[in-house]
């Protein structure tokens, strides 16, 4: 904490990993030795910048724009985007860290990487937007490129926003280096399933961690904080699968449906129009709107899946959520549930899909669509969905494996994070210091 004072998010991601590490740590001293630790929970490279851009009345306006380069012991590296007024760096090396393990847990070649700004999407104009990228991507860069450093979206960061940096990079290179980006449209070297992929495949996680019990998602009742891309697919997919979605909400508030969130209005609503989640009552009078966002978990629930962001769900949710009959947590978005609710759920013999492996999917398409750039080929929607579903299952195998060799049987916390760390840390051991 004296090494990186007011970081309190980093220091949350840093402390749960290291935590579940220590038995895997006792038994293999050379991790010690080798100063491994001290060298995961020290960026590569933290780069933070100036981004000047001007607003519609020619006011001039000054962000900071920020990115990452964690740890490329196994790859380049390879993490999100995330526009928004509380980016700071903390939240920058918080996400970096942990995508370190996310990635490694894909099996895909990638290191880890985050980035973004506290720029304010909200509100801007198209031209606004284009400009503030703009300058954004004039600096970026210098630091990136389809071998070093690969860029994708996160909060606020989408198809729209990728574009113009793909755009910009092209300008500043002068040539069509296609793997510099992920999240890329389709036409112009995106892959297909990229959207849908953390969502859908968050959702595939919880299917395999369900059927360990037995369980499905046929006939229960799901609850999914946010609507985003993450929230808008893992409700399309759950909804697939049988489940009953009933609450999502936004950054205002949140809507209930008992008989079930009509999706298609929300994506449009939310993904296509930016409106506030408020106005889907308006089109749907049998639903009710509450506008206090955390509310959302006291809606009774089988299966929870915060898919919004950081520490959204804490005790007091939890205990409202166990009491009301909670099977399972999957979560969508990074560190939505902090320690004490993780604690609480754990206690209650929850089933609980931690982030780093729960949310893989879209990281995981984003390598995919690098492998089908450099190969000059796209797939098709079935085959990358059909990759992404193995890659899930896979990750919660390999998560539940280790978790068991370590004395924790069904703890995938413990599994994820000490699967991540081994590939990642043998990587590094082989490389030397
Ligand atoms: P989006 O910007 O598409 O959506 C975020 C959603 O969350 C919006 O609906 C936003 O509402 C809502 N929101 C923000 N804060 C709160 C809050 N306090 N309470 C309730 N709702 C809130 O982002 P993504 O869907 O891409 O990302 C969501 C999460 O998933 C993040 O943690 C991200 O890091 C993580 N993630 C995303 C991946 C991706 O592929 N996109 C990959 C892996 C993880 P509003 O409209 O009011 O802002």
Redesign the pocket.
């Known amino acids: 904490k004296e090494r990186n004072p007011h970081e309190p998010e980093f220091h949350q991601a840093v402390k749960e990993t290291l935590h579940s590490l220590i038995p895997l740590l006792e038994e293999n001293p050379e991790y010690i030795n080798n100063g491994i630790l001290e060298r995961l929970v020290e960026p590569e490279r933290m780069i933070s910048f100036q981004v000047p851009w001007t607003d519609d009345t020619g006011a001039v306006r000054v962000n900071r724009g920020f990115r990452v380069q964690f740890n490329s012991a196994i790859g380049p590296y390879k993490g999100?985007l995330?526009f928004?007024p509380t980016v700071n760096s903390s939240i920058i090396k918080f996400?970096g860290f942990e995508q370190i393990f996310?990635n490694s847990l894909t099996g895909q070649p990638i290191g880890g990487g985050k980035g973004g700004s506290d720029f304010d999407p909200?509100g801007k104009s198209d031209r606004e937007i284009m400009r503030f990228v703009q300058s954004f991507m004039t600096e970026l860069s210098n630091h990136i490129g389809p071998d070093t450093d690969v860029p994708?979206?996160?909060?606020?960061?989408?198809p729209r926003e990728i574009g113009y940096m793909f755009g910009q990079y092209k300008k500043m290179r002068g040539a069509f280096e296609a793997g510099v980006l992920t999240?890329k449209s389709p036409q112009f070297g995106g892959s297909l399933v990229?959207t849908e992929?953390?969502?859908y495949g968050t959702v595939y996680f919880v299917k395999e961690m369900l059927a360990t019990r037995g369980l499905s998602f046929r006939g229960k009742t799901v609850v999914v904080?946010?609507?985003?891309?993450?929230?808008c697919f893992a409700m399309e997919k759950a909804d697939e699968l049988g489940a009953n979605v009933v609450a999502c909400?936004?950054?205002?508030g949140?809507i209930y449906d008992e008989d079930g969130i009509d999706i298609e209005t929300v994506k449009r609503l939310?993904?296509d129009e930016?409106e506030?989640?408020s106005k889907y009552v308006e089109e749907h009078p049998q639903a009710r709107y509450f506008d206090n966002?955390?509310d959302?978990w006291s809606v009774p629930c089988d299966i929870a899946l915060p898919?919004?962001?950081?520490n959204?769900l804490n005790e007091e949710a939890a205990r409202i959520l166990v009491s009301n009959g909670l099977l399972a947590v999957g979560e969508?978005?990074?560190?939505?549930c902090d320690a004490e609710a993780i604690d609480l759920f754990q206690e209650n013999d929850v089933l609980f899909a931690p982030?780093k492996a729960a949310?893989?999917?879209?990281?995981a398409v984003s390598s995919l669509e690098m492998a089908q750039n450099s190969a000059r080929l796209s797939w098709s929607f079935e085959e990358v969905d059909e990759q992404l579903k193995a890659i899930m299952k896979d990750i919660h195998d390999r998560s539940q494996e280790a978790a068991e060799e370590c004395g924790k049987p069904g703890d995938l916390i413990a599994g994820a994070n000490i699967a991540g760390f081994k590939r990642v840390a043998g990587a590094m051991l082989m490389q030397g210091i």
């Open positions: 999100g995330r928004h996400l996310k909200k994708a979206g996160d909060i606020g960061v989408g999240g990229r992929a953390t969502g904080s946010g609507s985003g891309n993450v929230s909400s936004d950054s205002s949140y939310k993904i930016g506030r989640i966002c955390p959302i898919c919004a962001t950081q959204e969508g978005a990074n560190m939505p982030a949310n893989a999917g879209g990281v």
